[in-house]
């Protein structure tokens, strides 16, 4: 008999309200599990609660009913193995770009019997992440002095340093120019490949979460809930031309179709189609 493999997050028949319990949940009976060293991607239209699950996770959020694992373990609070990564950088401008990724080391949490051994291991780890990020040519610099993708990747650094063993990101790239993202895109793969860190990914673009994911996971609005999952039938190494082939503009196309007909935008669609039928005969 094979040995179940335990997930790195697993959430069973998750509830969440904002407000009365008797209101409009904004999560309802969720349940989802993430391998270990997995990649999932979160997608839906605005309110589905893609951010509210993830911050949930994160234990940055509460929830009412059902129950949320880290390795088997309840998660009630954020901690170290959980890191988060949000679409504004909330660097510190008075600190260089070394001393953001190093701040989480100045905290208590992680100065508590600490030995001389400790602190070499975290300042090559941090030197370690400067060159991962390609961060070393800047690493004196201000984050007023970096464009916005050269500051997420100091944001990811930062979140990278006390070694988590979950990445959760909340649309990171989202501010960022379509260029600069691609870099991004192929700079956390780079990372998630080299770290192996387990990621659940936040974003509203389904290519890139396409692209970055190993499963999409489509949630529909009113009430938050999981709707479908999509397997990413490409290799474990992506390329960008990846993105122009059939069976990516295929599955693109399928969730873009299904994310219009959970959120009832094709109603709307279907309304403007009448509309310009209606003037053009006019």
Known sequence: MTESIQPKLSARGVWKFFGPRSGHPALRDVSLDVADNGFVTLVGA????????????????????????????????PAPERAMVFQ????????????????????????????????????????????????????????????GGMQQR???????????????????????DAQTREVMHDLILHVHRL????????????????????????????????????EVPLPATRRQEMKHTQEFLQLKRDILARI?????MQTDLDLLDQLSRAAAAA
């Not at 400790?118 to 300042?123: G, L, N």
């Open 46 to 77: 605005s309110g589905c609660g893609k951010s509210t699950l993830l911050r949930t996770l994160g234990g940055l959020e509460s929830f009412d009913a059902g129950t949320l694992l880290c390795d088997g373990h309840a998660i009630t609070a």
């Open 154 to 176: 100091v944001a990811i650094g930062r979140a990278l340093m006390s070694r988590p063993r979950v990445l959760l990101m909340d649309e990171p790239f989202g501010a960022l």
């Open 195 to 230: 770290e192996k860190t387990t990621v659940v990914f936040v974003t509203h673009d389904v290519e890139e979460a396409i692209y970055l994911g190993q499963r999409v996971v489509l949630m529909a609005p009113r009430p938050g809930r999981i709707d479908s999952v999509y």
């Open 88 to 147: 504004h950088y909330s660097l510190y401008p008075w600190l260089t770009v070394a001393e953001n990724i190093r701040f989480c080391r100045r905290l208590g949490l992680f100065t508590r019997s600490r030995s001389s051994a400790d602190v070499e291991a975290a300042s090559g780890r941090a030197d370690a992440l400067l060159h991962l990020m390609g961060l070393a040519h800047v690493a004196d610099a201000y984050p007023g002095q970096l464009s």
């Open 260 to 264: 219009r007909m959970t959120s009832g």
